[in-house]
């Protein structure tokens, strides 16, 4: 096919980046579209990121996704950087401008929230306390967005405490620091927990958290993808809490991603579900 001016091609750079369901996810937008594009597999060596990145508007691309480890280090290498992006920190889609500059946004923010209210569409963030557990980059995005989204207490724990403590500074008094050792009581009167972290991820072993304090009317959520069901959700679905899967965010977050590249705001179907469920 040869490329015209409505040709678009994107992709996704990391390094490895072979496990990625993002071209099964943008491939599947495109044809059902009928737009003319391309979405591909980008392994770029962190050494190399500035070189791939000043790269794309010369390749004609229209911008990429940055997943690990490139999502920080692209922070300081494009020419502007949206306000919410860098609040978190990271950027996970490269856009590029006609101008030929790169811009830096962040859309997992609007994943997270996003799956949360297709799961509950009433679901509100200032129903009540919200638990987040770990402070990785995962949970700079998920705090990002449950503070945006209204939330008026979050309780902030993780394995190593100085992460939390920082964090929890770092984002002001609606973030409250818990200890370790005290995480099963955190979750007493709250509407929302949320793991960040990569425990219960497939070759991982399972979060040390028990639920015997948490409301049955709580959310229980868990950014991880591989397993569908990890340890965590399986536990909180048979006590009857409602909960949501990684799945959710990933599909999310590439929707704004995929407008900035083709000017269209895909929808997700049980077509595509079926597709990533195959792969999982």
Not at 62 to 78: F, R
Not at 120 to 140: C, L, N, S
Not at 259 to 270: D, I, Y
């Amino acid at each position: 096919m040869e490329s015209g001016p409505c040709y678009r091609l994107a992709g996704v750079m990391g390094w490895p980046v072979a496990h990625s369901r993002s071209p099964l996810i943008h491939k599947h937008w495109i044809d059902c579209e009928g737009l003319q594009g391309d979405y591909v597999l980008l392994p770029v060596q962190p050494s190399h990121l500035e070189q791939a990145l000043r790269a794309l508007p010369v390749l004609g691309f229209a911008g990429c996704n940055l997943t690990i480890p490139h999502k920080v280090a692209a922070l300081g290498l494009v020419d502007h950087v949206d306000p919410l992006a860098h609040r978190v920190g990271a950027i996970n889609t490269v856009v590029v401008e006609k101008s030929g500059s790169l811009s830096g946004y962040n859309t997992d923010v609007y994943g997270f929230i996003q799956s949360l209210l297709d799961a509950q569409p009433d679901w509100h963030a200032d129903a009540g306390p919200i638990t987040v557990i770990g402070a990785g980059g995962a949970a700079r995005a998920v705090l990002v967005g449950l503070l945006d989204a209204g939330a008026f207490q979050i309780r902030l724990t993780n394995r190593s405490d100085g992460k939390a403590r920082d964090m929890a500074q770092e984002f002001g008094p609606v973030v409250q620091y818990v200890p370790w050792s005290e995480r099963h009581e955190s979750l007493a009167g709250a509407t929302l927990v949320v793991n960040t972290t990569n425990q219960g991820m497939q070759g991982e072993p399972a979060l040390d958290i028990e639920l015997d304090r948490l409301p049955l009317e709580a959310m229980v959520s868990d950014i991880i993808y591989v397993p569908i069901a990890t340890p965590l959700l399986t536990a909180a679905r048979a006590r009857g809490n409602t909960t949501v899967n990684g799945l959710g965010m990933l599909l999310n977050q590439a929707r704004p991603a995929f407008k900035f590249w083709f000017g269209v705001m895909p929808t997700l179907s049980p077509a595509l579900l079926e597709k990533i469920h195959a792969t999982l």
